[in-house]
């Protein structure tokens, strides 16, 4: 045990953390050159083009340190988005200390000061990382003066480096060997082996990542799960070398995987303790907390003959990822889809393109909803998350909706600028102080509503992408939500209704107007668009008629183009749903959703 060391990366977005996880990885030489490509941890498309590590993945590094000695640096990589941070929470008590990670150009920022609490409240020993330090614009003096006054921790441990370059990456490691203690923890003792993340294979089942806390565990063991009790046969445990690199046994302060045959990672719940069958432990480890979904939209396909296949990609995602919950769900408009909840914004973002990406169905989206209560005259309460189950607003007494404590990282002179925009999103209980120099640490009580639309958006763009955001759940209070329809001829279009606060609904009613006339093609006859609430209409736009035939231009002899024309004619047909008989591509759909 004196030869590991447990630690993760934390970090502000965009400042380095893959990067300088890749460079690690080089150092250790774990894999060859030519087997190398950028960024290995982020393995998904949609998070090496974003940017954004999405599901954690975890690598044992052997590193031979400059006291001669050989040593396992378990390297636990997190995500780094607000969506997730429980799973960074789980993933940060599989260690015993953190990077954290600061680019020199930027200095600390919200999501820095999120996580360092984190690594705190989780007792981890902390190494300061200045990178980026060859950038033009690189302030490391500031920035170290940043973290030893303002965040309080030890400079003499400050480490700098360009993960760029690899200049200072094999002095960090050194730093982890000498400064971040080695696990503790019994081997003899019953097995508590904690999950932090879980990811499923087709041909193996889910691998499970576990940080060993007490006790061994070796194939052939029969484990519990402690949450649910269910139980398994262990066929094979191991390390995270570059590929998975199976051992006769993991023990107490060593992370690794089990397969057990497990299906489902629904199974394997991040934060859960596994234990034997024979020799159970008497206690789980504490801080276990179900996954809650506080976003949620309903999918439909955009070809009705793509349900089935939804269905499949649907369930194949969620094998690996137990956060994703769906339902069926069914519309007037759209036929059968799926409504599902997501743990935010950019979860829901990325279900929907790995859904296109990866399983090939398009697909249209309802309007995002969070979940409300509703306390009805019959003295009973209902949960409601999808206006389609909006009760009788006669029958309602009283409704209420989620908050949550968002706090604001910004340069001094944008104060004024936020402070409107969370005034403008109902914020409550404005408060700030001065966690350094020029910089102002803003929180604010909002609707969770307010925020899951566009909010993080307007604010970058009302910073210049200096703001920073983080948030957290809070409580349920008081709303006045209505039921904002969407007319086209006459008819609503069940998929376009949403649940907004009433002061809201006019500007929310507009808007869907404005964005579905642009959207909606010219057809023969006059399209009426309107925005209602319980049958008032409360805004209402026209598509005119078109006048001429689309052909009409092509003049006569051009039989190649005048085909074309056709051809691109169906092919935006298939991307189209009719609305009784008006035609409404599914950009319209995604319109609505967007902000001015
Ligand atoms: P993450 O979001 O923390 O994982 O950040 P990434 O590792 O994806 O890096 C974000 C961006 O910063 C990428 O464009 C990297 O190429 C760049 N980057 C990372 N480290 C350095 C560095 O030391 N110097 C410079 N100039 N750019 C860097
Ligand atoms: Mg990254």
Do not use: W
């Amino acid at each position: 045990m004196k030869h590991i060391r447990n630690f993760s990366i934390i970090a502000h977005i965009d400042h380095g953390k893959s990067t300088l996880a890749d460079r690690m990885i080089q150092k250790c030489k774990l894999i060859s050159d030519r087997e190398f490509k950028d960024q290995l941890l982020d393995n998904m498309d949609i998070e090496r083009e974003r940017g954004i590590t999405i599901k954690s993945q975890t690598i044992c590094l052997p590193y031979q340190a400059r006291d001669g000695q050989t040593y396992d640096l378990n390297l636990v990589d997190t995500p780094g988005h607000v969506d997730f941070s429980y799973e960074v929470s789980r993933a940060l008590t599989s260690c015993e200390g953190a990077l954290l990670l600061i680019d020199a150009a930027q200095g600390v920022e919200a999501q820095t000061l999120a996580n360092l609490y984190l690594a705190m409240e989780n007792d981890l020993e902390i190494i300061p990382v200045i990178n980026k330090i060859d950038l033009p614009s690189a302030e490391p003096e500031k920035v170290a003066l940043q973290i030893e006054e303002d965040l309080g921790l030890d400079g003499s441990l400050i480490q700098y480096c360009s993960a760029k370059t690899g200049k200072g990456v094999e002095d960090i490691l050194e730093a982890i060997v000498k400064h971040l203690p080695p696990p503790e923890g019994d081997p003899d003792k019953e097995l508590q082996a904690l999950i932090f993340d879980a990811h499923y294979d087709a041909f193996r089942g889910t691998i499970i990542s576990v940080r060993i806390i007490n006790g061994t565990i070796k194939a052939g063991d029969v484990i519990r799960f402690m949450s649910n009790g269910t139980e398994y046969r262990v066929e094979e445990v191991g390390l995270f070398k570059f590929r998975r690199e199976a051992e006769k046994k993991l023990s107490a302060g060593q992370i690794g995987y089990i397969l057990a045959g497990v299906k489902t990672v629904r199974d394997t719940r991040p934060g859960d303790t596994i234990t034997l069958r024979d020799r159970p432990c008497a206690k789980a480890l504490p801080g276990f907390k179900e996954v809650q979904q506080v976003v949620f939209s309903s999918l439909y396909p955009i070809s009705t003959d793509d349900y089935e296949d939804l269905a499949a990609a649907l369930e194949k995602l969620q094998l690996n990822d137990a956060a994703l919950s769906f339902q069926k769900d069914s519309s007037a408009a759209l036929g059968f889809g799926f409504r599902c909840g997501f743990l935010g914004l950019l979860h829901l973002e990325v279900v929907q393109e790995r859904l296109e990406r990866e399983f090939d169905v398009s697909l249209i989206l309802t309007v995002p909803s969070v979940k409300y209560n509703f306390y009805l005259s019959d003295g009973t309460k209902i949960e409601v998350d999808n206006p389609a189950h909006f009760p009788d607003p006669a029958k309602i007494q009283r409704v209420e909706e989620p908050f949550i404590r968002a706090t604001i990282l910004i340069p001094e002179r944008y104060m004024g600028a936020v402070m409107t925009l969370c005034m403008e999103r109902r914020g409550e209980n404005t408060s700030y102080h001065y966690p350094m120099p020029g910089r102002i640490e803003f929180t604010c009580e909002l609707p969770l509503a307010e925020v899951i639309y566009d909010f993080y958006d307007r604010l970058k763009s009302i910073t210049q992408g200096y703001g920073s955001f983080d948030y957290e759940m809070l409580d349920y209070r008081l709303s006045d939500l209505v039921k904002l329809d969407i007319l086209v001829n006459g008819e609503i279009v069940d998929a376009l209704s949403q649940l907004v606060h009433r002061n809201n609904s006019r500007a929310r009613g507009l808007h869907a107007c404005e964005m579905l006339k642009e959207e909606i093609p010219r057809q023969m006859f006059k399209i009426a668009i309107q925005a209602a609430i319980g049958g008032n209409i409360i805004a209402r736009t026209n598509v005119s008629a078109l006048r001429k035939d689309v052909t009409a231009k092509c003049y006569g002899g051009d039989i190649s183009r005048k085909r074309k024309l056709l051809e691109k004619q169906k092919e935006g047909k298939k991307r189209m749903k009719t609305v009784g008989n008006v035609d409404i591509p599914q950009t319209a759909f995604l319109a609505v959703l967007r902000s001015e």
